[in-house]
């Protein structure tokens, strides 16, 4: 079946600019993660939504990051002001449980 | 909080040979789920194999097995019959039985590289 797919694959943007990334989770997961992942590091949490359940936005690094997950599927992480240190892959995983699974990502390069 | 260690930035390993990365966490709860995640240069992380704390015997997945040792908290991934595509960045995490909040943690991850 069809797994986590994001969009887009690879965005460029100048720095003040607002992005918008794009996750669309594998139906029927109830849970959705999004993180962060600079060059060669580990992931940084960022967001949680489960159900309908309110989101755990514990690992969102400023109020210039917000996400949304709509009608329980897709969800979209939008950054707000762009800054150059904002450059990275952006990650979105999806489960109903246990276990996670990711899609591919989205490269973001501030310039 | 629950941490994740994995204390090896890098492995190499030779073509067809055997090679155990390491990893341990930190934790209060007797029950939680281990996870191992390989990412390849595509960046897709790939779930390689899953341990569920309350399950003794060790879990394996074709080459892949995990020496999961609960007293000490360590879960080590052996990669047998090592081959190219299994060069990778590989991610240990820890996830928390409750659903109902975000508990999984990744460790900083060790990047293995096959030599032919």
């Known amino acids: 079946g069809a797994g986590v797919s994001q969009s887009p694959s690879n965005k460029v943007t100048e720095k003040g600019k607002d992005v918008e990334l794009r996750c669309d989770p594998i139906?029927?997961?109830?849970?959705l993660y999004w993180y962060r992942q600079s060059l060669g590091q580990g992931l940084e949490f960022l967001i949680y939504?489960?159900?309908?359940?309110?989101?755990?936005k514990s690992g969102l690094p400023s109020d210039r990051f917000s996400a949304e997950r709509t009608g329980g599927s897709v969800s979209t992480l939008t950054i707000q002001r762009t800054q150059q240190e904002d450059s990275a892959v952006y990650l979105c995983?999806?489960?109903?449980?246990?276990?996670?699974?990711f899609g591919p990502g989205t490269r973001l390069l501030v310039l | 909080a629950q941490t994740v260690t994995q204390s090896q930035p890098e492995m190499s390993v030779q073509e067809a040979e055997t090679v155990t990365l390491s990893c341990t966490y930190d934790?209060?709860?007797?029950?939680?789920?281990l996870f191992w995640y390989k990412q390849p240069p595509s960046r897709q992380m790939i779930l390689v194999i899953r341990?569920?704390?309350?399950?003794?015997q060790n879990a394996t997945e074709n080459r892949f097995s995990v020496n999961f040792q609960k007293a000490a908290k360590s879960f080590s991934l052996k990669i047998s019959d090592s081959q190219l595509g299994d060069a990778a960045m590989y991610f240990c995490?820890?996830?928390?039985?409750?659903?109902?909040?975000?508990?999984?943690?990744f460790g900083a991850g060790t990047r293995l590289t096959v030599k032919p």
């Open positions: 995983a999806s489960g109903t449980g246990k276990t996670q699974y």
């Open positions: 139906s029927g997961h109830t849970a």
């Open positions: 939504f489960q159900g309908n359940s309110a989101p755990d």
């Open positions: 934790t209060s709860e007797s029950d939680y789920y």
């Open positions: 341990q569920e704390a309350y399950k003794q």
């Open positions: 995490a820890y996830r928390s039985p409750h659903l109902n909040n975000n508990d999984m943690r």
